[in-house]
């Protein structure tokens, strides 16, 4: 099976773009989650989903922060404009069953 | 709600030395514990968990956690430490039920001396 994809590994862009995170879930699984990583803050939850369906985006940090998740094997995170506070680790996960989540490979995002 | 700590951001041991890594949880409802260990570059994998069954439950490579709910514990050991054990390791807790959300511990950095 394969696991959670992320793309890409590594974005570097310039403040004031627009940067766009993919994810593709493990398939079966009706739960994503995306995270932030950074050594001042440590994991972030930012939002999840169920059956495609935001439940909690409270972890978003602002509104240039969005989500969407159009069907079962696909998300995307956009930040728009970027800043280079947003620089940092983000990962998503999906589960299942269990509340287990598996965790893809992240991509890492630095903004200049 | 739920919260974890982690006792220790730094951990050193010797190969072949016990690895104690600690966990206290909070949670308002039955929980159910994890943890994961992540590896350099790479994202976050699951060792172990425990969900209302067996309190002591064994994980992948060696790892095993008992959940001890009169101290709220759920520490994550091992007996003979491998240099390829190095790595960060998070606790994570979630309310179970209907809830789906973990919430991480801010993790325990490991590092196992030849």
């Known amino acids: 099976d394969a696991g959670v994809i992320q793309s890409p590994r590594h974005e570097v862009t310039e403040m004031g773009q627009e940067v766009t995170l993919r994810c593709k879930p493990i398939?079966?699984?009706?739960?994503l989650f995306w995270y932030r990583q950074t050594m001042m803050r440590g994991l972030e939850l930012l939002i999840y989903?169920?059956?495609?369906?935001?439940?909690?985006d409270s972890g978003m940090p602002e509104d240039r922060f969005s989500a969407k998740m159009p069907n079962a094997s696909f998300s995307t995170l956009k930040i728009q404009p970027s800043e280079p506070r947003d620089s940092a680790v983000y990962f998503c996960?999906?589960?299942?069953?269990?509340?287990?989540?598996?965790f893809g490979p992240g991509t890492r995002l630095t903004v200049t | 709600a739920q919260s974890v700590t982690q006792l220790g951001s730094h951990v050193s041991v010797s190969e072949g030395a016990l690895v104690l890594l600690r966990c206290n949880y909070s949670?308002?409802?039955?929980?159910?514990l994890f943890w994961y260990v992540q590896y350099p570059n790479q994202g976050l994998q699951l060792l172990l968990k425990?969900?209302?069954?067996?309190?002591l439950v064994k994980g992948i490579n060696g790892f095993e956690a008992e959940f001890k709910k009169s101290e709220t514990s759920f520490h994550l050991t091992k007996p003979s430490a491998h240099m390829s054990d190095a790595a960060e390791y998070f606790c994570?807790?979630?309310?179970?039920?209907?809830?789906?959300?973990?919430?991480f511990g801010s993790g325990t950095q490991l590092t196992v001396l030849p």
């Open positions: 996960a999906s589960s299942r069953e269990h509340y287990e989540q598996y």
């Open positions: 989903f169920n059956n495609n369906v935001p439940i909690d």
């Open positions: 994570a807790v979630s309310a179970g039920g209907s809830a789906r959300q973990l919430t």
């Open positions: 425990y969900t209302s069954a067996a309190t």
């Open positions: 949670s308002s409802v039955p929980p159910y």
């Open positions: 398939s079966g699984h009706n739960s």
